[in-house]
Structure formats: structure tokens, C-alpha cells
């Protein structure tokens, strides 16, 4: 069986960060996940997907995202049920995040630009979390490229120059 999500939206509004009575972080967001067509007024719609994310991920999607803020989540499909104050049946579906990804600096909707890395937190074994390297090889391209003098700099910002590549670099 497969049960596999991957996403890439924009936060509708703050994380809700909680704490099961065990102490375990939990947060709670919604993305909204542009369709890839748009309707017959030209525009484009979108869809809103609930994401839950647990642990220490969940404290840093809390603590470095806010409305607005680009995000990539992969993860897995889940339903649930519960009966309301009405005594009915209401039904769930979410995307457990196992992995978030932020893809943004940190200040790009306050405008300021620049900004730094966030880390990548993926969920391991055990429940337990692994935080891989945030090096995604730009110090690499750091040092070919001198104007480009700041590691928390965007790689991919138009700096005027030409990018020096060949076409056999390229994968298509």
C-alpha cells in the first residue's frame, strides 16, 4: 500500500502549537495548495489541506512560520472521527507531516529580504527526529561567485550576472 503526500503551499494563518498532557508538541496548519489550472473567470484556485506536525518540528513550524509563509510538507494522508457536542459523527482528514520544509527567508514577507536557512527535520525510527544538514551545497557556489560575499544570501537571486553552465550540467 501506498500513502504517500506531497505539498507546497502558503500558511492560511499562524500555527496553533499545543502539548499533549504527556508534554509532546503538536501544531496544527492549513496550507493553501494552488490547483494547477485556473476556472473559467481566469483565476486560480486553491485548495485548503489540514497539516498536523508533532515533536520538535512541530515547535519549529510554530516558532519560524507565520501566515503567509511558503512551506513544502511531505507526509501521509490520515482520517479520523469523533462525535461533536451534537452527539454527531464528524469526520477528519489531515496530512501527518513527517517532513516540513521552509521555503523562505525569513523576512521575505516582511519584505526585507535576506534572512536566513531553516533546517529540515524529518521523522526517524522510532518516532524520533533527525535533523539533516542545512548545507544544500551552496558553499560550493558560494566561493565560484564573489559578489555573492554572505552565506544566508538567496543562491538563486539575480545578481546581473550570467550563469556560467553548459549544457551538458543540465538534466533535461
Known amino acids: 500500500m501506498l500513502n504517500r503526500v506531497i505539498l507546497v503551499?502558503?500558511?492560511?494563518?499562524?500555527?496553533?502549537?499545543?502539548?499533549?498532557?504527556?508534554?509532546?508538541?503538536?501544531?496544527?496548519f492549513t496550507l493553501a495548495?494552488?490547483?494547477?489550472?485556473?476556472?473559467?473567470?481566469?483565476?486560480?484556485?486553491a485548495d485548503f489541506i489540514n497539516c498536523v506536525v508533532w515533536r520538535?518540528?512541530?515547535?519549529?513550524?510554530?516558532n519560524f512560520l507565520k501566515k503567509g509563509s511558503l512551506a513544502g510538507v511531505d507526509?501521509?494522508?490520515?482520517?479520523?472521527?469523533?462525535?461533536?457536542n451534537q452527539g454527531q459523527r464528524v469526520y477528519v482528514t489531515?496530512?501527518?507531516?513527517?517532513?516540513?520544509?521552509?521555503?523562505?527567508?525569513?523576512?521575505?514577507?516582511?519584505?526585507?529580504?535576506g534572512g536566513g536557512q531553516y533546517p529540515q527535520y524529518q521523522q526517524g525510527q522510532g518516532n524520533q527526529f533527525n535533523a539533516?544538514?542545512?548545507?544544500?551545497?551552496?558553499g560550493q557556489q558560494?566561493?565560484?561567485?564573489?559578489?555573492?560575499?554572505?552565506?544566508?544570501?538567496d543562491p538563486f537571486a539575480n545578481d546581473g550576472t550570467p550563469i556560467d553552465i553548459s549544457d551538458d550540467d543540465l538534466p533535461f
Open 9 to 28: 503551499g502558503r500558511l492560511t494563518k499562524d500555527p496553533e502549537l499545543r502539548y499533549t498532557p504527556n508534554g509532546v508538541a503538536v501544531a496544527n
Open 33 to 45: 495548495v494552488n490547483r494547477a489550472f485556473t476556472n473559467q473567470q481566469g483565476e486560480r484556485e
Open 56 to 62: 520538535k518540528p512541530a515547535e519549529n513550524v510554530a
Open 75 to 84: 507526509g501521509r494522508v490520515q482520517t479520523r472521527s469523533y462525535d461533536n
Open 94 to 113: 489531515e496530512v501527518m507531516a513527517e517532513s516540513v520544509q521552509f521555503l523562505e527567508p525569513k523576512n521575505a514577507n516582511a519584505g526585507g529580504g
Open 132 to 138: 539533516p544538514s542545512t548545507d544544500r551545497g551552496y
Open 142 to 153: 558560494q566561493n565560484q561567485n564573489p559578489k555573492r560575499n554572505n552565506f544566508n544570501e
